[in-house]
């Protein structure tokens, strides 16, 4: 590493000063979050025996699957969880979720805005067609976001009861878009209002990167079902794959038995070498994460594509974080 010039030093100083308060917060806020989890593994009463995994093809009665799956559902406050290394990525995840829930004539409303890139592919929007969910014969509505970058309420209120969706979507990370991020108590309002405006639609939480970054989750708050990747905050940096759905007990079976297949459901999935590193991982989040939060707020997160000014995106820790963004500015700019 060069060594760093006396001016920027002193930058650096000053804002180790200005956010330590801020670090003080997700110190706070991992310490809450962690305190969850391990009373979730102690509830559970986790054992060396559940880390193994099942090999035996099927994967039926994996004690450690099962129990793994309880410990989701404690920790987000939901009647049941989905958490398997057979999900491919957060995509996968939110397609199986949503598609597993939906059926043809029924509409799916993204209440967010114009739903993440990879999700346009899911549902239909791009130009390949085969298998999306129109294709399916779901239909699909979304309300364009004000130009705060919030939900347009007015506009929300038209929509939900022109199309009485099914499934009304709020994409909680913002993906590739300018806005901030939606807070956990903006998607408590959220839901609030589509359950007063459209009470027979459920709300799902695209929860992608928002695993313990607040000291609460969505499904504290109404939201009937949700899903995230593992290879983000839920697998802490050590998962390698893998997704999880949490929420009401019947759409996360639904969810299941698209994973799976018609009467196999939850029943089957054979975990291999994935359990130890997804016990880890899950035990690890809140920490891995809060170092995820403190690196962003000593730089500064973006949007990968053009046009490029100086982004840090991806950082596990925050040292990480702290020597790439120091390393990059020492470079570039003295
Ligand atoms: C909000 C949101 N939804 C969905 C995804 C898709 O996740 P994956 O890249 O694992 O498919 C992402 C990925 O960054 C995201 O930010």
Do not use: W
Not at 255 to 281: C, D, Q, S, V, W
Request: aromatic fraction near 8%.
């Amino acid at each position: 590493m060069r060594k760093l010039p006396e001016e920027l030093k002193a930058i650096l100083a000053e804002v180790d000063q200005e956010i330590a308060p801020r670090l003080r917060e997700i110190d706070d806020q991992v310490v809450y979050n962690q305190g969850k989890v391990l009373k979730a593994f102690v509830d559970h009463q986790v054992a060396e025996a559940d880390l193994k995994g099942t090999n035996n093809g099927y994967g039926d009665n994996d004690i450690g699957r099962e129990k793994l799956e309880a410990i989701y559902a404690q920790v987000f406050q939901t009647e049941d969880a989905l958490v398997r290394p057979q999900f491919v990525s957060g995509t996968h995840t939110l397609a199986v979720a949503l598609d597993g829930n939906l059926l043809p004539g029924e509409t799916l409303t993204y209440l967010t805005g114009m739903p993440y890139d990879t999700m346009q592919q899911v549902i239909g929007l791009a130009p390949k067609k085969r298998g999306t969910l129109i294709q399916k014969g779901i239909n699909f509505s979304y309300v364009p976001l004000n130009e705060e970058g919030g939900v347009d309420y007015e506009e929300a209120e038209k929509v939900l009861k022109r199309d009485q969706p099914h499934i009304v979507v709020i994409q909680r990370s913002r993906g590739y878009d300018t806005r901030q991020s939606y807070t956990v108590d903006q998607i408590k309002e959220m839901t609030a209002f589509v359950k007063k405006v459209s009470p027979e639609s459920l709300v799902f939480v695209d929860n992608c990167y928002g695993e313990f970054s607040e000291k609460h989750e969505p499904t504290e708050y109404g939201v009937d079902f949700m899903a995230g990747s593992l290879i983000k905050n839920a697998g802490g940096g050590i998962a390698q794959t893998g997704g999880y759905i949490v929420g009401k007990e019947e759409l996360v079976e639904n969810a299941a038995i698209r994973l799976t297949a018609p009467g196999i459901g939850k029943e089957e999935g054979a975990t291999l070498t994935n359990m130890h590193e997804f016990y880890e991982g899950f035990f690890l989040a809140p920490h891995t994460t809060g170092e995820a939060i403190k690196g962003m707020i000593f730089s500064a997160d973006g949007p990968i594509r053009p046009p490029y000014a100086l982004y840090m995106q991806g950082g596990l820790t925050y040292a990480h974080d702290r020597i790439a963004i120091t390393n990059a500015v020492n470079h570039l700019f003295f």
